[in-house]
């Protein structure tokens, strides 16, 4: 959903369940997108990949959707398990021949997963 | 460890010092990048390398923020006269550019408090 001052935007899950996390993207140039996810004080870590001539790419137990007519952009985690509690972080990244090659973040989703 | 190396993890220090932190990206990668990410938010880009040429440094948040990578290996950031507002976690991330560019990997970020 939308995010509000400065509350990310929460998903509460029970463990088991399976967790949607959505991501709206502004550039239509984006050819390339990747899902992050953010444990507290550490860095980004890379989940999965999509690049723009995919519609769906699937890891384990991560699914990613690419809907580019809407610029949307979803990560699908089944049977989901505390160890997946983090903020979750869409990047676009567009490739521009010769131009600048910014991976370019949005807010975020908190996904608790309660036991 | 082969994965992307920053230093200090922290870094306390009073507002008018200057600060400067280090990042080592994977060996093989000739991207790499510098972002701030302040709580709550998303991380957002400062400035990017590729090899020794910074490509990009129009975000850089004022003129006390600079960075080098003289020898397109590590990199540094700078913060000169800090404030109290540049406390934040600093991310450095690299990438390696080729005909299919790879995801960016993050490092564990500084994070700096300014008092």
């Known amino acids: 959903g939308e995010s509000v001052g400065l509350h990310l935007p929460t998903l509460s899950v029970q463990e088991g369940d399976n967790s949607i996390i959505n991501c709206a993207y502004s550039n239509s140039a984006s050819d390339y997108f990747i899902w992050y996810k953010q444990e507290s004080g550490k860095g980004p870590q890379f989940i999965i990949d999509?690049?723009?001539?995919?519609d769906k790419r699937q890891g384990q137990r991560v699914t990613v959707l690419l809907n580019k007519t809407v610029k949307h952009l979803s990560l699908q985690i089944a049977a989901t398990q505390p160890g997946d509690s983090a903020v979750y972080f869409c990047?676009?990244?567009?490739?521009?021949?010769?131009?600048?090659?910014?991976?370019?973040f949005g807010r975020g989703t908190s996904l608790i997963v309660h036991p | 460890d082969t994965g992307v190396s920053q230093n200090p993890r922290h870094k306390i220090t009073k507002r008018g010092q200057n600060v400067t932190f280090r990042c080592d990206p994977i060996s093989e990668h000739n991207r790499l990048y510098w972002y701030r990410q302040t709580l709550g938010q998303g991380p957002e880009f400062l400035t990017y390398f590729q090899n020794e040429a910074q490509l990009e440094k129009s975000r850089l948040l004022s003129d006390r923020f600079s960075a080098e990578r003289p020898k397109g290996s590590f990199s540094t950031l700078e913060i000169q006269r800090t404030e109290q507002g540049d406390s934040a976690m600093y991310l450095c991330a690299s990438s390696l550019a080729g005909p299919i560019d790879t995801e960016a990997f993050f490092g564990q970020g500084t994070r700096l408090t300014v008092v």
């Open positions: 999509i690049r723009s001539n995919m």
């Open positions: 990047a676009e990244i567009p490739l521009t021949s010769g131009g600048s090659y910014i991976p370019t």
